[in-house]
């Protein structure tokens, strides 16, 4: 499985873009590169995705680097309900079924500081 | 509104007492798959299942069974739990066009 590594924690202002790094040097020509939140107590949820070019949607914006080898998360303006734990996924698809897994690792907890 | 619903929310159970955790999706989605969560470990996958009978073992299957019978619903089946089945769970359900997985609640469960 293509692997992510991002930093454990990260803390930002409040009202402040905050820009989370992911790094994938194994990355394979077709994976997508999702990124995933996930609140306290609450199961993850979808953010961004990307292949190639810088995507922008409502929640963030992505930006993958020329040779896809890293990827950067940007939160525009932080608002305390943007606390926490962010994680960069690469959707890898195996097996006879196309088993589409989303291998989470362990994330950057983000905290906002009002 | 669309969501994936876990059932129960949390469980404490004894050892070798089968239990079964519910899950059920709203929008008609063909994928659905078993999570859990573990500290340092992240989410690793138990099970998935493509479409109705149609389900093979993710990463972590051993001691866990699943089933699914109609497209909404894809209960996880513990048939005889053991401690270290302790962990949160969670479901998760996707079309095949669309990028996006939802995920329920969790459920928490400890098996004593």
């Known amino acids: 499985d293509a692997k992510t590594t991002q930093p454990n924690s990260m803390e930002s202002n409040e009202e402040e873009p905050v820009h989370l790094p992911c790094n994938h040097s194994?990355?394979?020509?077709?994976?997508?590169i999702h990124w995933y939140r996930q609140l306290p107590s609450q199961g993850p949820e979808y953010v961004i995705h990307?292949?190639?070019s810088n995507v922008n949607n409502r929640m963030a914006s992505l930006a993958i680097a020329e040779d896809r080898k890293s990827s950067t998360l940007i939160l525009h303006r932080a608002t305390l309900r943007d606390a926490a734990v962010y994680y960069c996924?690469?959707?890898?698809?195996?097996?006879?079924?196309?088993?589409?897994?989303?291998?989470f690792g362990t994330g950057t907890r983000l905290t906002i500081i009002p | 509104e669309a969501q994936v619903t876990q059932n129960p929310r949390y469980l404490i159970t004894v050892t070798g007492k089968k239990l079964t955790v519910t899950c059920s999706q709203n929008?008609?989605?063909?994928?659905m798959s078993w999570y859990r969560q573990d500290p340092g470990l992240g989410l690793r996958q138990i099970y998935y299942?493509?479409?109705?009978?149609?389900?093979d073992k993710g990463d972590v299957p051993e001691g866990y069974k699943v089933s699914r019978k109609e497209k909404r619903n894809f209960p996880l089946i513990l048939e005889s739990p053991s401690p270290n089945q302790t962990s949160l769970y969670f479901c998760?359900?996707?079309?095949?066009?669309?990028?996006?997985?939802?995920f329920g609640q969790g459920t928490r469960l400890t098996v004593v």
């Open positions: 998760a359900s996707r079309t095949f066009s669309g990028p996006e997985a939802f």
């Open positions: 194994t990355i394979s020509g077709t994976d997508y």
């Open positions: 990307g292949l190639t």
């Open positions: 996924i690469l959707r890898d698809v195996v097996g006879n079924f196309g088993n589409e897994k989303l291998t």
């Open positions: 929008m008609n989605h063909e994928y």
């Open positions: 299942s493509m479409n109705v009978e149609v389900t």
